[in-house]
């Protein structure tokens, strides 16, 4: 059990990103939980301020209580200096810091302030795809592996989304990894947030008339996704059964999949409307959620989905996706990158509604552990160690 009561410093985290996206979506949920324990929590961010994520987060209990420390620069590369000024002025006892690059600047301002808060950096890619993969977007980012490499043996914790993910890293940076402490632990969620924003109306005809049933994905438009797998699949399923896609998100390969779309003669089944606010109203008024990804680490579309109670299918690749689901009892694992297993998938679950409402039961139920309120309590825990084995070897 975690017990900070001993230290007056407060707890941080710093993670970059824009207000609504994926990995600040993950920060506010985890600092609003440790909030909600009553300990002082800060949020470091680039430039998001408190009433901009206030406006934007304010179904999420406990994230009131946060203090928002804005560095008040446009991107990372701006941010060092004044992150190394935080950490003199603020001396966080633990700061928790998320996405590769974000970690290693996190792990240099301590350095550079001569701080002696604790580093415990969360991972959720697997560094090794970004050496392997060909695409022009993974090949930009060949140096984040090799930051790893550099800083992360100078943190003093680390916290992987999933077990392949741990393993991954440790590949990756080497034997000096072995002198962090480690653990696998997922993201935190506020279910009520989901279920409140769920029940928004979405403004548009395929959602307002529910003449057709609606298969739905999100996330970045690029090679990971596995989107253009998803087409070939539903090519085949819309020639059988009538039915539409919607894919949400934004990306470097969007005009790839609308040429594909075209080709595949599917501009009027198939709808991408990039980036969007609310992306849980279109998931709960949808038939089938897809996760068609060739890696991933935790996929938060998955999980929410599922807090939606929508049936999912997700693919077996290398990741937590499969270790959410249960296979035929909370929803379907199929082969990666095998598009007439997910046009199966697709088939079995439209032709059987009273399965594909069981299954979204289901799936609802099996997620609800991964409550926020209850997987902050681990993340203390471990943070808790840390500082304690810190003080110990002092």
Not at 154 to 183: M, N, P, W, Y
Not at 186 to 203: G, I, K, S
Not at 305 to 328: F, H, L, S
Request: charged share 20%; aromatic share 10%.
């Amino acid at each position: 059990m975690n017990n900070f009561d001993n230290f007056t410093n407060p707890i941080a985290l710093f993670a970059g990103g824009g207000v609504g996206d994926s990995q600040t979506n993950v920060s506010v949920y985890l600092v609003s939980g440790i909030a909600l324990q009553g300990y002082s929590v800060d949020l470091v961010t680039l430039s998001s301020t408190k009433s901009a994520l206030l406006d934007f987060y304010r179904e999420v209990a406990g994230f009131e209580r946060v203090n928002v420390y804005p560095l008040q620069v446009s991107n990372a590369r701006k941010s060092l200096p004044p992150l190394i000024k935080y950490y003199k002025q603020r001396q966080p006892q633990v700061i928790f810091s998320q996405l590769t690059y974000f970690n290693a600047l996190a792990v240099v301002a301590k350095i550079l302030a001569r701080a002696k808060t604790a580093n415990i950096l969360l991972e959720g890619t697997l560094l090794s795809k970004m050496i392997q993969s060909d695409s022009q977007f993974s090949r930009k980012l060949m140096l984040v592996p090799f930051l790893a490499k550099l800083t992360y043996p100078f943190a003093q914790g680390f916290i992987a989304k999933s077990k392949d993910i741990l393993l991954d890293t440790r590949q990756v940076v080497g034997k000096r990894f072995e002198s962090l402490s480690t653990t696998v632990l997922p993201n935190p969620y506020p279910f009520e947030r989901f279920t409140t924003l769920a029940q928004e109306t979405v403004d548009h005809s395929w959602f307002r008339d529910r003449e057709l049933p609606i298969i739905i994905s999100s996330g970045r438009l690029c090679e990971q996704k596995g989107f253009d797998t998803l087409l070939q699949a539903f090519a085949e399923v819309y020639q059988k059964i009538p039915c539409r896609l919607v894919i949400l998100g934004e990306g470097p390969e969007r005009q790839q999949l609308e040429a594909q779309i075209e080709k595949l003669e599917l501009t009027e089944a198939v709808w991408m409307p990039g980036r969007v606010s609310n992306p849980w109203k279109y998931v709960a008024n949808s038939s089938i959620f897809v996760l068609a990804s060739r890696w991933e680490g935790w996929p938060s579309a998955l999980m929410e989905a599922m807090a939606c109670k929508i049936p999912v299918i997700t693919t077996d690749c290398p990741g937590d996706g499969k270790k959410m689901v249960n296979d035929r009892q909370s929803g379907l694992i199929i082969p990666t990158d095998n598009v007439i297993a997910l046009q199966n998938a697709l088939l079995k679950l439209l032709q059987e509604p009273t399965y594909r409402e069981k299954l979204g039961q289901k799936a609802q139920e099996s997620v609800s552990r991964y409550d926020y309120r209850v997987i902050t309590t681990e993340y203390l825990d471990f943070a808790c160690s840390i500082v304690e084995n810190q003080v110990i070897k002092s």
